[in-house]
């Protein structure tokens, strides 16, 4: 894409970026003070939901906005223009708050791994505490599906995500994978325990299978 | 909803659903569809279910909105 087919900010952050000497010194200052406010507001954002906090999560911004700054740079001649330069940076910042947070959440982790709390896999599933008796029979359907049908590696990644509730990014830090890897993993267990529940008559609809 | 209905939410796969990495290769494109009030879902389909199904790519989603609609510069 040509600059001049780009609006006109987004046409002014590459072209200022793309200079020499102090116009392009300004411009990444400028970019840097934005990644900047943008992580820290997106730690924040995160913070009731990472054992991360205090001057870490502070920590966690201003890394991510750094590592993100010398993505943009080196990638800036892949910026096609689909959207504003601006969402296309700010992106690289935000993925770098979420796999940082990932790595981090084992500095403290409030769960180990292989913790299997399967007692707490009720409230996992957001079953109300009053009906847990009824759902317990078909709860330890899923258990015995999880234990007897999944691979070793399926049951593994389902019993840290979703019975210990450990996030998806942390565990895909830990297992050295990447976040796609991890959640087909969870998609194809959930397709295998529904069709098992469906097999042994506890659930009925049809759904939507085929993949 | 019933406990049954619940854990049937959960355990229901979408094939539209286009997992985390292509999801998040245009997340910036979906964004700025959502920014503008365009449809963005109808033009991403199998990403919108994915923002919807995958927790951590739905964090990114809405980090990213957030951050472009609270910019001082404005979305012009």
Known sequence: MRADDLDEDSSAWLRRLSATGGERQEAERDLHARLVRIALAEVRRRSASTPVAGPELDDVAHQAAGDAMLAILAKLTDFRGESRFTTWAYRFVILEVSSKLGRHYWRNPPVRLDAAQWERLPDRLGIDPARHAESAGILAEVRRVVDDELTAHQRRVFVAIVVDGIPLDALAAKLGLGRNAIYKVIFDARRKIRRALVANGYLEEPGVEQR | ?76
């Open chain 2, 1 to 76: 909803m019933t406990e049954q209905g619940r854990l049937e939410r959960f355990l229901r796969t979408d094939p539209r659903d286009v997992g985390c990495d292509e999801a998040m290769a245009v997340l910036h494109v979906y964004v700025d569809l959502v920014a503008a009030g365009q449809d963005a879902a109808g033009h991403y389909p199998g990403v919108a279910v994915h923002l919807l199904a995958c927790g951590p790519c739905g964090e990114d989603f809405a980090g990213l909105l957030q951050g472009v609609t609270d910019d001082p510069a404005g979305r012009g």
